[in-house]
Structures are given as structure tokens and as C-alpha cells.
């Protein structure tokens, strides 16, 4: 029996857990404490609920002028607000979206930048005269020898003083 006692084992809960018993404690508890506050709010008579349903079918809303007129004011100010908010959106986000075009055409006028700075340096160095000199010895290609080349004028002194001709322009 003394061991019974220490466990708390009885023959009545023979078959339940602790959480079962707890559980159950707990459920009665708050069993009472309803039953004691309805006791509290009904008094000496009890309270008793008929339902009654009413048909309004055949009612008709007499037209308030007045509210009529409050409530086209009203949404025309609504309509105004709204108007305003969406011009004020658009124009803002209208704006981060310039933004944004603006810098990403920054970022392509830098590129082209540099891509022009380095295809004016390859112009350089394919029209340096030291390259194109080097390129004409291995084509086998020799400075030209006095008499060897021909002038457009016809002279064949390439220090003759040429004169300076003017064709007037035709009329057609």
C-alpha cells in the first residue's frame, strides 16, 4: 500500500497516463468555473431566445436627395484624389526609369570610349612607318629609284613647283 501511495498508482487509473489524468483535471476545472459564471449572469429568472424572422422584401428605400448629392461630391473628390496619386506615380516612376536609361547609357558611352581610345591606338600603330617599311622589306618590296615614279602633273621631279588649278564648277 505504501508503495501505491508513493507512485501515485490507484486502481482507478490503472490504464491511463499522467497526461490523460492531468487532462481530465483540467476539463473538469473548467467545467465549473463555466457553469459558475453562468449561474452568475443569469440571476433568479432564466433567459430564453425566440427567433423571429422578419421579411423586408417588400420595403422600398425612399431617395434621400441630400445623401445622393454627399455621396457624388464625395466620390468626385475620391475620383480627383485618385487621379492625382496616379499622375504623381507615373511621373515618379517615370523618373527612376529615366534614371535608369540615363545611367546605363553612361555606362555604354564609357565603353564605346574606351573601345574608340583602343581602335585609335591599333590605327597608330598599323600606320607607323617603321611597320609598314618592315612589312614592304619582307614583300620584297624596295624604295623606288629615281625616274620610277610618275607624277599626276607628268613631271618627273618630285621637287618641280606644281601650279595650283581651279576648274570652275558646271552648271547642269
Not at 427567433?51 to 425612399?62: E, M
Not at 564609357?110 to 617599311?133: M, V, Y
Request: hydrophobic share 40%.
Amino acid at each position: 500500500m505504501a508503495t501505491q501511495v508513493m507512485t501515485g498508482f490507484d486502481g482507478m487509473d490503472a490504464g491511463r497516463s499522467h497526461r490523460d489524468r492531468v487532462q481530465d483535471r483540467i476539463r473538469e476545472r473548467n467545467l465549473s468555473l463555466l457553469a459558475a459564471q453562468q449561474r452568475a449572469r443569469r440571476g433568479p429568472t432564466p433567459e430564453v431566445f425566440f427567433a423571429k424572422k422578419i421579411d423586408n422584401s417588400r420595403l422600398v428605400k425612399a431617395p434621400d436627395p441630400r445623401r445622393m448629392q454627399e455621396m457624388r461630391s464625395f466620390a468626385m473628390a475620391m475620383g480627383l484624389l485618385l487621379c492625382l496619386i496616379l499622375v504623381y506615380g507615373w511621373q515618379h516612376f517615370s523618373a527612376i526609369e529615366y534614371g535608369y536609361s540615363i545611367a546605363s547609357q553612361k555606362q555604354e558611352l564609357l565603353k564605346l570610349q574606351e573601345a574608340n581610345f583602343h581602335l585609335r591606338l591599333t590605327e597608330a600603330q598599323l600606320n607607323s612607318p617603321g611597320r609598314i617599311d618592315r612589312l614592304a622589306n619582307q614583300l620584297g618590296l624596295a624604295a623606288p629609284t629615281p625616274g620610277q615614279v610618275v607624277r599626276p602633273n607628268g613631271s618627273l621631279d618630285p621637287n618641280a613647283p606644281v601650279l595650283a588649278e581651279a576648274t570652275p564648277p558646271q552648271m547642269r
